[in-house]
C-alpha cells in the first residue's frame, strides 16, 4: 500500500484548497458518530436553568453510541452531517489548503526551509480566518449533534436550514458566531498541533530516510498529528461545545462558560470527552491527511490528461 507517488511538478494552491475540502469531507463521513458522542459526553452533567436531570446518562465512546442507537436510533450518529460537511467545504479548505501559500508569506526569502515560528504563525492564521468564515456552520453542526440530550427529547430544528433561520431569528445574527472567540483560540491551537506536528514529523521522516514518501508515512505523521492536538487542544474544546450548545442568558460569555465548568467539574471536566476527541482526532486525522495527499497527487496526475 504505497499510493500515488509525489508528483513532480508540485499541485496549485487551487488543487490543494479543493482537495482540502473534499479530504475534510471524507475524513467526517468516517468519524462522524466519534464526534458525536464527544459532544454528548462534553456536555453532559452541564447545570442549566431551570436545573433538571437528564434521564440519559452516557458512560465512554462505546456506552454513548450504544445509548443513543437504543433511544434515538441510527440516525442519531449522523445528526447534524449536513453542517459538518458544509463547514468542512469551507472550513477545512481554507484551514489545510492554505497552510502551504501562508507559510511561504511568512518564510524569509532566500530562506532555505522554514522555521518553526513562521509554520505556527502559519497555523494560527489560517485557523482564525477558518473559523470566521465558517463558525455558523459549526454552531448549527454542535446544536444538531447535542439535541439528542435535550430533556424533553424533542428536536431543536427540523432541518439544517432551519437552524440557520430560527438561530438568527430568536437570538439574532450575532447567535451564529456564537463562540466564535474560544473557537478561534482552540483552532489556532489545533490548527498548530495538527498543521505543524504533521508538517515537522513528515519531514523528519522523509529527511532521516526512515520512510518514503507514501501512505504509511503519512499515516504515522498524521496519527502523531491527531494525539498532540486532543492534548492541547481538549480543554478550548468542552468550553467551545458547552458554549456553543447554550440557550440565550445561560454564559454571559465564554470566560463564564469556563467558570462555570471549573466550579461544577474541576480541572478534569476540561478534559471531558478525551477519549472520543483523541479516537475521532487521531482517525480524522488519519483519514483526511492521507486522503489529502493523494487526491492531491491524483489531481496533479489527471491534469495533463484534461488539458
Not at 454528548?40 to 456506552?63: D, H, K, M, N, T
Not at 515560528?117 to 473559523?131: D, H, I, K, P
Not at 440565550?248 to 465564554?254: L, S, T, V
Amino acid at each position: 500500500m504505497v499510493g500515488l507517488k509525489p508528483p513532480e511538478v508540485p499541485p496549485t494552491a487551487a488543487t490543494k484548497f479543493i482537495s482540502a475540502g473534499m479530504a475534510g469531507c471524507i475524513a467526517d463521513l468516517c468519524t462522524f458518530p466519534l464526534d458525536t458522542a464527544k459532544v454528548r459526553l462534553q456536555i453532559q452533567g452541564e447545570v442549566r436553568i431551570p436545573r433538571a436531570i437528564s434521564s440519559v446518562e452516557y458512560r465512554g465512546v462505546l456506552g454513548t453510541l450504544s445509548t443513543m442507537v437504543r433511544t434515538e436510533g441510527p440516525r442519531s450518529l449522523y445528526s447534524g452531517l449536513a453542517a459538518g460537511l458544509q463547514r468542512q467545504m469551507s472550513f477545512a479548505s481554507i484551514r489545510i489548503g492554505l497552510y502551504d501559500s501562508v507559510k511561504q508569506l511568512y518564510t524569509p526569502k532566500g530562506a532555505e526551509n522554514t522555521g518553526l515560528t513562521a509554520r505556527l504563525l502559519a497555523g494560527c492564521t489560517t485557523g482564525a480566518v477558518a473559523v470566521a468564515c465558517a463558525q455558523p456552520t459549526d454552531v448549527v453542526k454542535v446544536r444538531f449533534q447535542a439535541s439528542g440530550a435535550q430533556l424533553d427529547g424533542a428536536r431543536r430544528y427540523s432541518s439544517t436550514v432551519d437552524a440557520y433561520r430560527t438561530i438568527a431569528r430568536e437570538e439574532g445574527v450575532r447567535g451564529l458566531w456564537r463562540g466564535t472567540l474560544p473557537n478561534i483560540a482552540r483552532n489556532a491551537i489545533i490548527n498548530c498541533g495538527e498543521l505543524v506536528t504533521y508538517d515537522l514529523l513528515k519531514d523528519a521522516l522523509l529527511q532521516t530516510r526512515l520512510m518514503e514518501d507514501n501512505v504509511p508515512c503519512h499515516f504515522m505523521a498524521a496519527f502523531g498529528a491527531g494525539f498532540c492536538a486532543t492534548v492541547v487542544a481538549s480543554p478550548v474544546d468542552v468550553v467551545k461545545t458547552r458554549y456553543m450548545n447554550a440557550g440565550p442568558g445561560q454564559y454571559r460569555n465564554a470566560l463564564s462558560c469556563l467558570l462555570a465548568l471549573l466550579m461544577q467539574d474541576g480541572l478534569a471536566g476540561l478534559y471531558k470527552g478525551f477519549i472520543p476527541s483523541f479516537l475521532r482526532l487521531g482517525s480524522w486525522n488519519v483519514v483526511m491527511f492521507v486522503s489529502y495527499e493523494q487526491l492531491q497527487r491524483a489531481a496533479v496526475l489527471a491534469r495533463p490528461a484534461l488539458a
